[in-house]
């Protein structure tokens, strides 16, 4: 049975960070790509980072040069390092291994 189990979020200022966390269970985490989303109140899941079996990594053009997506596969562990939080980062962040989603986790940016 495939889990994934994001951590890490919370509330902080602009300009601080936070450190996204997502554990899984039941997929061959080495050879399988991994994703973050975010999904902010009344807008559509959009996606956030990638990064594939071989470590490359992809961003959406608005988080660029302030977060950065690694992968542990000893501890079948994601990570979304997030830098210069702004207000608009506010969202609930999910961990994505297709077709499955992990449970979520807010992180919430005040200004």
């Known amino acids: 049975q495939v889990q994934l189990v994001e951590s890490g979020g919370g509330l902080v200022q602009a300009g601080g960070s936070l450190r996204l966390s997502c554990a899984a269970s039941g997929i061959r985490f080495s050879s399988t790509a ?15 980072a990638l ?8 961003y959406v053009d608005s988080v660029k040069g302030r977060f950065t997506i690694s992968r542990d596969t000893a ?23 297709n077709p499955k989603w992990g449970q979520g986790t807010q992180v919430t940016v005040s200004s």
């Open 75 to 97: 501890k079948n562990t994601v990570y979304l390092q997030m830098h210069s939080l702004k207000p608009e980062d506010t969202a609930v962040y999910y961990c994505n291994a």
């Open 51 to 58: 990064i594939t079996s071989g470590g490359l990594t992809d």
């Open 34 to 48: 991994m994703r973050w989303y975010r999904e902010a109140p009344g807008n559509q899941r959009e996606f956030v």
